[in-house]
């Protein structure tokens, strides 16, 4: 098995970087999905059609210099474009972790048609292998990465997955009730890799775990732990969700937890 699309299929300019809002467009022409249905992916056409719209409506982001990487997950090849030049445009370890843990567990948590949603999903691998395991998946991040988050989201899973991925905006903390009202989702699975290292939202990632959480909702969270504030982090983590550890490895310094919201 292969990537997704065939060479003639992908947006154009597949090894080099996405340069302008033009090159969307071509690769919206030529991603179009027939209205019959024929030979696009097997899920509802309106939402088909909803979650293409979804995937290319940012502009690609203007990084100087971009590599494409390569993984295998799900009996995939999935490339991805990566750039040094932001946090979000790299494939972190917690990320590679996460996959090998959603492929190898994909019976048990029954991921064909589950809502998903990624926090901080930056170059889009975890979502990548969440939809071709046929999930429904909402990647989440700040602004400036949802280009090439997108760019590789459409280029890896038009036409090989049943739902489409959509992209969506979503800064820890800001404007929850107005961007996702809590009475308009449920996602069975909330997806976070590396999103706890030195910065200054790690109160608002919790509180936006705990709100994006209902009774049922199971977070896995991957993370290389380097800081002392990282276990700070886990320590709270702990006190708002019933937690797991699933796995560790020790070499890389990678932990991987389930985290349950906790009732009183
Ligand atoms: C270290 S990267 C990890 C990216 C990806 N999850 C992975 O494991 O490869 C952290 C991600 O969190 C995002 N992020 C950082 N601060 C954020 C915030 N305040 N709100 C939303 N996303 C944020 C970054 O844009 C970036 O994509």
Not at 64 to 74: C, K, L, P
Not at 170 to 197: C, H, I, K, Q
């Amino acid at each position: 098995m292969d990537l997704c699309l065939s060479s003639a299929q992908q947006p154009r300019r597949l090894g080099q970087a996405p340069r302008s809002p033009g090159g969307w467009v071509e690769a919206e022409e030529e991603a179009t999905v027939p209205e019959d249905g024929t030979g696009g992916p097997p899920g509802d056409s309106t939402k088909t059609e909803s979650s293409l719209h979804s995937l290319l409506k940012f502009v690609p982001t203007d990084y100087t210099s971009y590599t494409q990487e390569h993984y295998w997950f799900a009996g995939k090849r999935i490339v991805i474009q990566e750039s040094i030049e932001s946090f979000g445009a790299v494939v972190w370890p917690g990320a590679t972790v996460l996959c090998q843990y959603l492929e190898e567990h994909r019976e048990e948590l029954n991921l064909q048609d589950a809502k998903v949603l990624e926090m901080g999903a930056g170059a889009g691998l975890v979502s990548i292998v969440a939809s071709i395991l046929g999930a429904q998946v909402t990647a989440t991040d700040l602004p400036d990465v949802l280009g090439n988050l997108q760019y590789n989201l459409l280029k890896n899973t038009l036409k090989c997955t049943a739902h489409l991925p959509e992209v969506k905006e979503l800064a820890w903390g800001e404007d929850l009730e107005e961007n996702f009202p809590r009475s308009t989702f449920y996602y069975s699975y909330v997806l976070a890799s590396d999103v706890v290292y030195h910065h200054y939202f790690l109160d608002k990632l919790l509180a936006t775990m705990e709100y994006l959480s209902k009774p049922g909702t199971v977070v896995l969270w991957a993370n290389k732990f380097r800081f002392s504030t990282d276990y700070e982090f886990l320590d709270k983590f702990k006190q708002v969700f019933d937690t797991t550890l699933l796995a560790e490895y020790p070499e890389s310094s990678v932990k991987l937890f389930k985290g349950t919201l906790k009732w009183d």
